[in-house]
């Protein structure tokens, strides 16, 4: 008899919970449980409340591929819809597997829910996955508009006109914003990492891709490596499967290990650890700004190289997406969150400020906010003044935009790029931190054997797993974003100001839950429900 524990997550949102009957079936990829009903003592499922049920199963399920939830009516009661949050299932063989759901059930529906490493481990190979993690996986942060080849990626239209439509050419395409490009020269040239005796070389090169016309985001064209040379061929969809497969496998390496480096680590933890840091020493604990704030060689070249590329006006998620050309690619779930967290982020900020700061002479003459924003110019930005960053406040909307900046870095933009870490980078393949062989100098000789000898060996695979494990793990005491656990403040303003930021919070979940529904990969690393407050991990 094999046994599943399950645990089934109800949303904190009011009235998502239901007194209807809940079903669950297991299904697995050697069979399905039965149709069990949820059943506890008491009220099983409550807002914000997780139950656990052990479901049993003759014969082992094999791996669990889908989980099927389905809502009967309890007696004559009025229909009150449910809102699952997630299940999590526990496999005999102690595999643990999430399945996100963060959507309404209703009587009489069913829904099938897919463990997002599941989906990941199915679909790799797939080019419009490939692209779709460009926008939607762990580092959305890369890729940007192409408007004109890079001289060292001479991709030719003879190379890409069978990836295109009929009738069109790359440069049309360019033209029409259709052509887009991930470039890794940051990555070029680090100190190479000591491995089993020698050395690993990182392949940094370049990636082209094209929004079909049915928007699906695909890759035409890859080089491995910076400079063009006949050792360094640039890799075609036309190419062999397994010449094709290794070239993507290869340009996800430096992705990885720059989204991690980079995008989490330094933007987030490190810029953000700075200023907390300069909060603690310079602000009194009943300031305003206090109490609404705090709610190896290769990588130390990469940090800095990193640092050195940042400017202050690339915080600004509205400008960023801008600067990268990415305003009207289709299917950009991470943008169109953004922005209006950004939006409801920027709007809180704004009016908690102006309270306090109504005038900017106000902000010009509270010497302990000059001090504070002083301390991080200096300590955590480091010359805030040449990547156009303030080194002090002159006017209540600087003021405003550089909180806005340090919330939202705090709760949504290390969601986004923390979060999705064990959905798509736990497989292997699709986001390699680590490859042991060198990328491939010529095209027709890549093998299975070839392929699988480069990745990760089980031992390096499970170092990378348990750190993805623990990184997006859904800790207990986790405080979602407009959540207020310490009263700090007690005049009417800002608590007014503060329920007005949980509402706007509440209507953006439940825009993406609706889409979400509607959609094959769900998107729900910006969804306010499943946000911390500020980074906790």
């Known amino acids: 008899m094999a046994e ?29 449980s039965e149709r069990t009903q949820l059943d506890n003592y008491g009220v099983d499922f409550s807002s914000g409340k997780t139950a656990t049920y052990t479901l049993t199963s003759s014969v082992s399920l094999g791996k669990v591929l889908l989980v099927r939830l389905e809502k009967d009516p309890f007696f004559f ?21 999430l399945f996100p759901c963060n959507r309404w059930v209703s009587r009489g529906e069913y829904v099938e829910l897919r463990g997002g490493k599941e989906y990941v481990s199915y679909h790799w190979t797939d080019d419009d996955f490939f ?18 080849l890079p001289s060292k990626f001479p991709v030719t239209e003879e190379m890409v006109k069978p990836s295109l439509e009929e009738g069109t050419t790359l440069e049309k395409e360019m033209e029409q914003g259709n052509i887009f490009i991930v470039d890794y020269k940051r ?60 070239a993507k496998i290869f340009l996800k390496n430096p992705d990885a290990i720059e989204f991690e480096s980079v995008h989490h680590l330094l933007n987030c933890h490190f810029l953000t650890e700075g200023t907390i840091t300069s909060t603690i020493r310079n602000l009194p604990a009943i300031h305003p700004i206090y ?51 950004w939006d409801i982020i920027s709007s809180y900020a704004k009016g908690m400020v102006e309270y306090y700061y109504p005038s900017d002479d106000i902000v010009r003459k509270d010497s302990e906010l000059q001090a504070w924003i002083n301390e991080i110019s200096t300590h955590s930005f480091l010359d805030s003044k040449e990547i156009g960053g303030p080194s002090s406040f002159e006017t209540v ?50 093998t299975m054997q070839m392929i699988m000898d480069t990745l990760p060996t089980i031992g390096e695979t499970v170092q990378f797993l348990t750190m993805g494990w623990i990184l997006t793990y859904d800790y207990t005491d986790m405080v979602p974003l407009g959540s ?21 919070l509440d209507v953006l979940s439940a825009s993406i839950t609706q889409r979400n529904s509607e959609i094959p990969v769900p998107y729900n690393y910006l969804n306010p429900i499943q946000m911390e407050n500020s980074i906790a991990i």
Not at 306 to 311: D, K, L
Not at 484 to 504: C, S, V, W
């Open 4 to 32: 599943y524990k399950v645990e089934v997550t109800t949303g904190d949102q009011p009235e998502s919970g239901t007194l209807d009957y809940i079903f669950l079936t297991l299904i697995g990829s050697e069979g399905e």
């Open 77 to 97: 009661t009025p229909e009150n819809q449910w809102l699952c949050s997630k299940v999590v299932v526990t496999t005999p063989e102690k595999e643990v597997t």
């Open 131 to 148: 692209g779709f993690q460009f926008l939607n996986g762990s580092n959305p942060m890369v890729i940007e508009r192409c408007t004109k």
């Open 187 to 246: 990555m070029d040239g680090l100190p190479k990492r000591k491995y089993d005796g020698g050395y690993l070389n990182l392949a940094c090169g370049f990636c082209l891709l094209y929004v079909k016309p049915d928007k699906k985001l695909v890759p035409i064209a890859i080089q491995l490596f910076q400079e063009p040379s006949e050792t360094n061929p640039i890799f075609l969809p036309t190419d062999s499967e397994h010449d094709w497969t290794i």
């Open 291 to 341: 109490m609404s704030t705090l709610a190896g060689d290769g990588l130390a070249v990469l940090l800095e190289r990193g640092f050195q590329a940042r400017t202050y006006r690339s915080r600004f998620v509205p400008e960023d997406i801008k600067a990268r050309g990415l305003e009207s690619i289709p299917n950009f779930y991470y943008r169109d969150d953004a922005l209006r967290l």
């Open 397 to 446: 909307a600087e003021l405003v935009d550089f909180i806005t900046i340090l919330m939202f870095t705090m709760s949504g933009q290390h969601s986004a790029v923390n979060n999705a870490q064990f959905d798509y980078n736990t497989w292997m393949p699709s986001n390699p931190l680590l490859l042991r062989k060198p990328a491939p100098t010529t095209k027709g000789k890549t």
């Open 484 to 504: 207020f656990p310490i009263e700090r403040f007690d005049e009417e303003t800002p608590k007014k100001l503060m329920r007005e930021f949980k509402e706007k």
